[in-house]
T-cell receptor, first 112, second 119 residues
Framework: AQRVTQPEKLLSVFKGAPVELKCNYS??????LFWYVQYSRQRLQLLLR??SRESIKGFTADLNKGETSFHLKKPFAQEEDSAMYYC??????????????FGKGTKLSVIP | GAGVSQSPRYKVAKRGQDVALRCDPI?????LFWYQQALGQGPEFLTY????????KSGLPSDRFFAERPEGSVSTLKIQRTQQEDSAVYLC?????????????????FGAGTRLSVL
């Protein structure tokens, strides 16, 4: 069965410090991974996905198949980065369906 | 439309009552998903529609949960005889294409959710 693990419930960093939000996954197929973010009083929104290989709001994430990880990183945290972050893994079924499996989330708090 | 719209935003039900939650996906989106998010947890998949066809209902926790999308647009999630363990935020998401299509177009866009409290 597929699983996504985010080991930290809460991560506090000072403004300007580097950030790393950890995500590990287990999946027997070829993984497709995402990071979703939920700012206060806003809906869940896509931050980035590994197939795009892009940097969004200064965040990057590299898929490491050897370590089955997809950690989210940013070199210098900003106060506006404070939010709930969810790592998610897509699973495709033979019946033409697909779904996202989410981790439990990490709340990032950036201290001014 | 501006995005995925869900109603009501909040619903309080007495144990044993039936509830119906509505989702209006982004216009033209083929795929529609329902997720359940319990307090302190990440969203968990309930069911998936491609147009009007319900292709996957493997995540529905019991036969008290039923979802439909009769015309391939608006969807309703119905919960019969609600129990306290049904209390959660119910999220709807839609994506432009189905899973076999262009991966760049199957991004899931989420609604704000319906918070269900069963007393």
């Amino acid at each position: 069965a597929q699983r996504v693990t985010q080991p930290e419930k809460l991560l506090s960093v000072f403004k300007g410090a580097p950030v790393e939000l950890k995500c590990n996954y287990s999946y027997s197929g070829s993984p497709e991974l995402f990071w979703y973010v939920q700012y206060s009083r806003q809906r869940l929104q896509l931050l980035l996905r590994h197939i795009s290989r892009e940097s969004i709001k200064g965040f990057t994430a590299d898929l490491n198949k050897g370590e089955t990880s997809f950690h989210l990183k940013k070199p210098f945290a900003q106060e506006e980065d404070s939010a709930m972050y969810y790592c998610a893994l897509a699973r495709y079924s033979g019946a033409g369906s697909y779904q996202l499996t989410f981790g439990k989330g990490t709340k990032l708090s950036v201290i001014p | 439309g501006a995005g995925v719209s869900q109603s009501p935003r909040y619903k309080v039900a007495k144990r044993g009552q039936d509830v119906a939650l509505r989702c209006d996906p982004i216009s033209g989106h083929v795929s529609l998903f329902w997720y359940q998010q319990a307090l302190g947890q990440g969203p968990e998949f309930l069911t998936y529609f491609q147009n009007e066809a319900q292709l996957d209902k493997s995540g529905l926790p019991s036969d008290r949960f039923f979802a439909e999308r009769p015309e391939g647009s608006v969807s309703t999630l119905k919960i019969q005889r609600t129990q306290q363990e049904d209390s959660a935020v119910y999220l709807c998401a839609s994506s432009l294409t189905g899973p076999a299509d262009d991966l760049a177009k199957n991004i899931q866009y989420f609604g704000a959710g319906t918070r269900l409290s069963v007393l």
